[in-house]
């Protein structure tokens, strides 16, 4: 099964290529029919990942995709997964 993966770690400091890299990730996953992205907002001081939980919580992007996950064995990463 294939992923795509959002490594934000480059561009933690830039709000519109943080919305950018994440709406071109879901594009693309539903394009080409893939069921989970994989972002990495890194584990620092949180405000990366509040970010992409703010992002993910907007409705025109929530209905878009099944459900959100965090990973239980690293805090710094989140699976998005998609129902087709």
Do not use: C, T
């Not at 594009?27 to 890194?42: M, N, T």
């Amino acid at each position: 099964m294939a992923k795509i993966k959002v490594d934000l770690h480059d561009i933690y400091n830039n709000s519109k290529a943080i919305d950018k890299a994440l709406l071109q990730a879901f594009e693309d996953a539903i394009s080409k029919k893939i069921k989970e992205v994989e972002i990495i907002p890194g584990k620092g001081s949180g405000q990366l990942k509040k970010k992409v939980q703010r992002f993910l919580q907007q409705p025109e992007i929530k209905k878009q995709f099944h459900r959100m996950e965090n990973d239980s064995k690293n805090f710094g990463r989140l699976f998005v997964y998609f129902k087709f």
